[in-house]
Structures are given as structure tokens and as C-alpha cells.
């Protein structure tokens, strides 16, 4: 059975551009039995934890000082998506509001905490790719979908 791909601050790892996770006790279990392949596109794109807030700005990543983290942002969502495809994911629940990672929402460009509708650069690369993406708080139907495409020998 393929696994979750799952947004590495979801599984309980401290990789938030604060330092600090966004833990879902039901991702970090199943992280903790083997059936989640973590990701964090920022960190495996070469940004530090912490590091300054970034925020997509009419197509390309800024972060709160103005300065452009575009590059970093697309290599680490390959990355991510190099980690997903080989551990066999064609679901992925991403943390919602993220530049990388929002799948439903993110942030608007102008760091004032607005968020609009959008997908962040790694969770557009995801879908692109034929993984279907879901945020945190769509966690049922993405296991539904990971059951139903994945099925017996692994159930949840």
C-alpha cells in the first residue's frame, strides 16, 4: 500500500518557518506506524527553521522583508514531490495557508493575515503530478480516497 504524503508540521516535526509544528494527532499516528511519508518542501527547498514568513506575491514567493524565496520554494516542492512518488502517495494532506503546502487557501501577498482562494507551489505541483491533494481539515475523505486506491492490507 502506496503511502499518505503528508506535510512534515502535520506529523508532529517542528519545521514551521517559526520552529514549532501544526501537529493533527491522527497524521502524526499514522506517520509514527510507517504509513506517512513526511514533506517539507521550505526545508528540503534549503530554508532554515526558523526563517522569515513568506507569502506568494502575483506569482512569485516573498518573504516578509521583500526578499524573492522563489527558487528555494519550487526546488524543495520537486523534492517533495520526488519523496511522495517514491514512497508510491497518490493522496497528500498538506497544511492549509501555506505558500508551499496550501491547497483550498493561502495567504494574499500582503503578510496582514488575509487569506483568498489558492493553491501553494508545492501542492499545484502535487495535483499536477496526479496526487490528490487535501489540507488537514479534510483529513476522512482524504483516508477514504488513500483506502480506496490503496486497497486491503494496510487499512487505517
Not at 58 to 71: E, H, K, M, N, P
Not at 139 to 146: D, G, K, M, S
Request: net charge positive; glycine share 12%; with cysteine.
Amino acid at each position: 500500500m502506496g503511502k499518505i504524503a503528508a506535510s512534515a508540521c502535520l506529523c508532529g516535526i517542528p519545521c514551521r518557518y517559526d520552529g514549532r509544528d501544526n501537529r493533527v494527532e491522527a497524521i502524526a499516528r499514522l506517520y509514527q506506524q510507517g504509513r506517512v511519508q513526511a514533506v517539507c518542501p521550505e526545508v528540503q527547498g534549503g530554508l532554515p527553521v526558523p526563517r522569515t514568513p513568506c507569502e506568494l506575491c502575483g506569482g512569485r514567493v516573498l518573504d516578509r522583508d521583500g526578499r524573492d524565496r522563489t527558487d528555494a520554494f519550487l526546488q524543495g516542492a520537486q523534492k517533495a514531490l520526488q519523496l511522495a512518488v517514491w514512497a508510491g502517495a497518490r493522496v497528500a494532506v498538506l497544511k492549509e495557508g501555506s505558500p508551499s503546502c496550501g491547497c483550498r487557501r493561502i495567504y494574499d501577498g500582503s503578510f496582514s493575515g488575509v487569506k483568498i482562494p489558492g493553491m501553494g507551489v508545492a501542492a499545484r505541483l502535487f495535483q499536477q503530478e496526479g496526487i490528490r491533494v487535501f489540507s488537514e481539515n479534510e483529513l476522512e475523505e482524504a483516508l477514504a480516497v488513500w483506502r480506496e486506491a490503496d486497497p486491503p492490507g494496510g487499512a487505517v
